[in-house]
């Protein structure tokens, strides 16, 4: 991961550099949520077109952004899920306050992945008598639905615990709550 010429303090000359836009916007949201800022869906929208103008811009307002959260008192501790009682709705919660939509599905991917993955493996393992005839369906199958094998992503979507218990998200990508309703 890079690290960032952020200006800690006024900014006298322009910032020097160049940075992607994707980066670029994953340092304004970054710098947004630890100001304690909650993004909505439109705030998410400037976010990326900010992020598409040049390095100095965007350095000069995130320096803003930090050095006006380090000027008031912080914001109080969340409660964070203990690791023996947590639900996982707790789980979710929490990592929506804390990790990027991308994020967080990228994590949901990781952990999918490697449930349906195990999933096809069992299957595969459950058809003891090799010469049966339906054994070679049994493996079709699932090597048909191992995303390991068929180099998918699962879940394709953000699932949210918010929304009909855990399930896609109907504002996926843009559902991240960052305290509870």
């Given amino acids: 991961?890079?690290?960032f010429d952020i200006p800690a303090g006024p900014v006298e000359k322009p910032p020097a550099g160049f940075v992607v836009s994707d980066e670029q916007a994953a340092v304004l949201r970054d710098t947004l949520t630890a100001a304690g800022i909650e993004l909505g869906e439109y705030e998410r929208e400037i976010v990326t077109w900010l992020s598409r103008w040049e390095w100095a811009t965007v350095a000069t307002i995130v320096s803003w952004v930090a050095r006006a959260a380090t000027s008031r008192p912080p914001a109080a501790p969340v409660a964070l899920p203990g690791r023996f009682d947590a639900t996982p709705a707790d789980v979710d919660r929490h990592l929506r306050r804390i990790l990027a939509d991308d994020v967080h599905l990228r994590y949901?991917?990781?952990i999918g992945v490697r449930a349906v993955s195990e999933a096809a493996k069992d299957v595969r393992l459950e058809v003891v008598l090799p010469d049966a005839p339906d054994a070679k369906q049994w493996r079709e199958a699932?090597?048909?639905?191992?995303?390991?094998?068929a180099g998918v992503a699962y879940p394709k979507q953000l699932q949210c615990s918010r929304h009909n218990g855990f399930g896609p998200c109907p504002g996926a990508p843009d559902c991240?709550?960052?305290e509870d309703t």
């Fill in 1 to 3: 991961m890079n690290t």
């Fill in 108 to 110: 949901q991917q990781t």
């Fill in 142 to 149: 699932a090597d048909f639905f191992d995303p390991a094998k």
């Fill in 176 to 178: 991240t709550p960052r």
